[in-house]
Nanobody
Framework: QVQLVESGGGLVQAGGSLRLSCAVS????????MGWFRQAPGKEREFVAG????????YYADSVKGRFTISRDNAKNTVYLQMSSLKPEDTAVYYC????????????????????WGQGTQVTVSS
């Protein structure tokens, strides 16, 4: 069983930065495509960023492109989301997600494509 545990959320002022981490236990981390999603109150959970198995490919939602960076360290079984120039509309619970894949360069962007989820970490951006 794959387990995902997010950390690094908190309260930050607009324009500030945060780095989220997601530690993954279980099977071979490098065999999983990883993603970050977020869900604001009253809204659907939405894709934020994804990274391929070995990390050469990344993909971002338009709303975060140029401000957020996803990365992974396969030696530490951890995926990161570096968030900069944060805006109040970035306020949400952020979830880490994983799915096993045989493809080195694929990145998934749909919630239904991911099999494993963390419990979420709250990010609040004050204006």
């Amino acid at each position: 069983q794959v387990q995902l545990v997010e950390s690094g959320g908190g309260l930050v002022q607009a324009g500030g930065s945060l780095r989220l981490s997601c530690a993954v236990s279980g099977r071979t981390f490098s065999a999983y495509i990883m993603g970050w999603f977020r869900q604001a109150p009253g809204k659907e959970r939405e894709f934020v960023a994804g990274v391929s198995r070995s990390g050469p490919r990344t993909y971002y939602a338009d709303s975060v492109k140029g401000r957020f960076t996803i990365s992974r360290d396969n030696a530490k079984n951890t995926v990161y989301l570096q968030m900069s120039s944060l805006k109040p509309e970035d306020t949400a619970v952020y979830y880490c997600a994983a799915v096993f894949s045989s493809y080195e360069t694929y990145v998934y962007t749909r919630r239904s494509e991911y099999d494993y989820w963390g419990q979420g970490t709250q990010v609040t951006v004050s204006s």
